[in-house]
């Protein structure tokens, strides 16, 4: 393959970054079109023309790879050359939304920080009209997605990234065995622990579908009459569900029909794309065990139900043995919201068919159906769903099947060598009307910087980050004359989460993702975080490097009414990957709304880093 050089977009033209030299990786390439469309995934007649989607459908298609190929991602901006923003929006300090960034959630972006698809922060994003060369190592097998990154075009700019094993092992066993696969991928870079085997494989893309256009919903949670989220019309699996079934839509697609061979063990992979919600989901009559959750292999363990926030991705091994004769529903539910469970019209069918795997993949199949209208919700047996939000899910039962050398070093690290605290607040900007609302981390809220803080670096405009880390940094860890968290290499860093609300409001979950790094959840606790009784604590027994955590909402059990601290996560990384890496609430609307920070990493060996080779595996 030849060595394609890497690109960053810059307002005057082209900025050469540098060079991957790529020799013996397989290139994977793929064209993502973005542009508006016409659609109505839910059968109700609602449609707009401002929906955007990619190359004509929602979701978009799968991008797929095997462990050590490199991926060649082509976005191209579909509005017409000189399409503006829309003014409102940009006077309410939500930045020109007819512009567009891909990020590909999970994806660490080792030697290739300008493809990690952050506005302003890695790149300059993509005009209309024009277009963006994504270029990334696929180096840790699982299951992950791509989404947009600008304003919340992430509604329906998503599709599923799959990463096949190089070496599929067999931890079918590993349940109950605590010496199991000891012999497993030795190193963070290769997949940990290997693939389960399976007979074949499903992707089910959760999301949301609203009934409102994206940018009247940019303008409502950036404006003055914003009271609360909006919560969506229907839940889309696969892009598929019927709203009403008693007034559907000609040419309905109906609810999506996955459809299996009896007797066959299938790997079905969960995609958390919604923009809000986090879901419950469920298979009737079906038990389903985890084997992957956001790139890591966890010992086999079985569940009812999955818990899928924003971002959030699993895999669960499902045998069909059940009666074949029968339509099995596949369900999902609303979980934590302010009214607590609330049904959703997320549904699927499971369907038992000898010929399911022949001659055609099954979303072609899935395709040919005759579309099924009459809600899953009728048949006789229910997935089974939780009835109320249940803390921590079973976080606390699930395990990795192998955890590298390094990463064992990083957890038996007790004191680490540097803390980031943040707490999650609100406020109001003082240049916008009376009313307005921002979320905030540290009273901090994050808009677009005026020049990509990247190309910055890369031009030698920007101050050094690493002797501000270690001369002008706040208690927290913030340094605020880059307005950003400056790490340094290799630096084992935890960054303590401080979940609260406002006055007269509840407590609410938050899931946080880190980009360029996975994670690991080491602890959390009641109320407000102290570091002199809970910086040694760590209460998570079997941490999972993931790179989406959930900070729940957990408050003291005998809080005061004006106690508004509603408990925190601890999450540990190694600053081992330097760059400018965002770090963010994965509920869009809140990180838009300014619950985002960066994290400026060993910016002082970025230039060299970002020349090295990719190495293929």
């Not at 394609?4 to 033209?13: D, E, F, S, V, Y």
């Not at 899928?308 to 895999?315: C, D, K, L, T, W």
């Not at 209208?373 to 606390?396: E, F, Q, R």
């Not at 699930?398 to 070093?409: E, F, G, M, N, T």
């Amino acid at each position: 393959m030849k060595s394609p050089i890497r690109l960053a977009l810059c307002w005057c033209g082209v900025f050469v970054v540098g060079v991957v030299s790529a020799a013996g990786c397989k290139e994977r390439s793929y064209d993502l079109h973005i542009g508006p469309a016409l659609i109505n995934p839910d059968c109700s007649n609602y449609t707009n023309p401002t929906t955007l989607v990619v190359n004509g459908q929602l979701p978009g298609p799968v991008l797929e790879a095997t462990q050590g190929d490199v991926l060649r991602v082509t976005v191209y901006n579909a509005f017409a050359r000189g399409t503006r923003g829309d003014p409102e929006i940009e006077a309410l300090d939500g930045g020109n939304t007819a512009v567009m960034t891909v990020h590909f959630h999970g994806i660490r972006q080792r030697h290739t920080n300008e493809n990690d698809g952050v506005p302003y922060v890695t790149q300059n994003p993509i005009e209309p009209g024009g277009q963006y060369v994504y270029e990334f190592l696929a180096d840790t097998a699982g299951t992950y997605f791509y989404h947009a990154h600008v304003g919340l075009q992430e509604a329906t700019v998503i599709g599923p990234i799959i990463i096949h094993d190089k070496k599929p092992l067999d931890v079918k066993n590993a349940k109950n065995d605590k010496n199991a696969k000891k012999d497993a991928v030795a190193t963070q870079d290769q997949a940990i622990g290997g693939c389960p085997h399976y007979d074949d494989e499903r992707v089910l893309m959760l999301s949301e579908w609203y009934h409102t256009p994206r940018r009247d919903m940019e303008r409502y949670v950036l404006g003055t009459t914003f009271t609360g989220l909006q919560f969506p019309s229907s839940i889309l699996i696969n892009g598929q569900t019927v709203l009403d079934t008693t007034n559907v839509a000609p040419h309905c697609p109906g609810f999506h029909v996955v459809r299996v061979v009896p007797g066959k063990t299938y790997r079905l992979r969960v995609i958390g794309a919604t923009l809000f919600m986090t879901l419950g989901f469920s298979i009737a009559d079906h038990q389903m065990t985890v084997i992957e959750a956001d790139g890591t292999y966890v010992k086999p363990y079985d569940v009812d139900y999955l818990e899928v926030a924003p971002g959030q991705r699993y895999s669960v091994l499902v045998t069909m043995d059940q009666d074949a004769s029968k339509t099995y529903a596949i369900g999902t539910e609303w979980m934590w919201t302010d009214a607590g469970i609330v049904a959703a019209n997320g549904w699927a069918q499971l369907v038992y068919d000898n010929h399911a795997d022949d001659h055609m993949d099954a979303k072609k199949q899935e395709k040919q159906d005759k579309a099924v209208v009459v809600s899953p919700s009728t048949l006789d047996a229910k997935p089974k769903l939780p009835s109320t939000d249940i803390l921590y899910w079973s976080w606390p039962q699930l395990a990795p099947v192998a955890v590298s050398k390094q990463d064992r070093k990083v957890l038996a690290q007790k004191t680490p060598d540097h803390t980031i605290t943040m707490e999650v607040g609100a406020t109001t900007l003082a240049d916008l009307p009376a009313g307005n609302f921002r979320y905030t981390l540290n009273g901090n809220v994050f808009m677009d910087p005026g020049q990509t803080l990247l190309l910055q670096m890369l031009r030698g405009s920007r101050a050094n980050a690493t002797s501000t880390a270690a001369t002008h940094l706040e208690s927290t860890g913030y340094a605020p004359a880059l307005g950003t968290y400056p790490l340094k290499y290799m630096d084992v860093v935890d960054i303590v989460i401080q979940n609260a609300r406002d006055t007269d409001e509840p407590c609410r979950a938050h899931p946080f993702h880190t980009h360029g790094h996975s994670h690991f959840w080491i602890s959390h606790g009641v109320g407000t975080y102290n570091p002199k009784t809970d910086s040694q604590v760590r209460n998570i027994p079997h941490p999972i490097l993931k790179d989406t955590t959930v900070m729940y909402p957990d408050p003291a059990p005998d809080a005061a009414d004006d106690d508004l601290a509603c408990g925190w996560i601890k999450l540990r990384i190694l600053a081992d990957n330097p760059g400018y890496w965002a770090f963010h609430c994965h509920i869009t609307p809140h990180m838009y709304m300014g619950m985002m920070a960066v994290l400026e990493e060993a910016t002082d060996r970025l230039p060299a880093y970002l020349k090295e080779s990719i190495k293929c595996h």
